[in-house]
Every structure is written in structure tokens, then in C-alpha cells.
Nanobody, 117 residues
Framework: EAQLVESGGGLVQPGGSLRLSCGAS????????VHWIRQAEGKGLEWVAR???????IYADSVKGRFAISRDNAQNMVYLQMNSLKPEDAGRYYC???????????WGKGTLVTVSS
């Protein structure tokens, strides 16, 4: 059974940094398009970043220049480095792995990020 597990969330002051990790079982990230998506309390889902299977990367305008998504094929991990965090970056961050060709679309349970002084 495919499974994604996020980690690395926590409490950070504005301007601080966190690195989120996404690990997988039953999924190979190098053949998947992997997204980070967040949800602030009481709000809808907001797409944050994506790394495509070929390594192409795109970001939401709200995080461009502050966040960096990366992938470690050897460890089968995807990361989201978050710098210069703002209170509006707070929320639950989800990892999502998509392989449309085989109809796979898996989400993790998320990791909570709190940005507060």
C-alpha cells in the first residue's frame, strides 16, 4: 500500500526557517510528480510547489524566492526548505504524489507549521 509521511513541522518565529520532509513507501518519487500543498486553519488548500519526475520545479508566487523543493532519489525523499517564514505561511503542509499514467494520487496526513513570535 502506498503511503506518504511528512515530518519537520513545528513552531518557528517570523523570519525563521524549517525544512519539511516527505518520505514514501510503495511510491518512487523519481517517477512521480510531487507537490507540497498547505492549508491554513479555517481556509482552503493552497498549492505551494511541485517537483516533476524530470526534475522541473515550479512555485506559487507567494513562496517564490523563499521556499525550495528538492528530491533525493537515493533516499526516496522530497523536501521543502522554507526560509524567511511569515505568519501567513502557517498551516498544515501536505505532500502529494501523482502518477497520472497509473492513476495514482496519494496524500500524506500533513505536518503542522506554526509561525509566531
Amino acid at each position: 500500500e502506498a503511503q506518504l509521511v511528512e515530518s519537520g513541522g513545528g513552531l518557528v518565529q517570523p523570519g525563521g526557517s524549517l525544512r519539511l520532509s516527505c518520505g514514501a513507501s510503495g511510491i518512487t518519487f523519481s517517477t512521480s510528480n510531487v507537490h507540497w500543498i498547505r492549508q491554513a486553519e479555517g481556509k482552503g488548500l493552497e498549492w505551494v510547489a511541485r517537483i516533476r519526475s524530470d526534475g522541473h520545479i515550479i512555485y506559487a508566487d507567494s513562496v517564490k524566492g523563499r521556499f525550495a523543493i528538492s528530491r533525493d532519489n537515493a533516499q526516496n525523499m522530497v523536501y521543502l526548505q522554507m526560509n524567511s517564514l511569515k505568519p501567513e505561511d502557517a498551516g498544515r503542509y501536505y505532500c502529494r504524489s501523482v502518477q497520472s499514467a497509473i492513476g495514482m494520487d496519494e496524500w500524506g496526513k500533513g505536518t503542522l507549521v506554526t509561525v509566531s513570535s
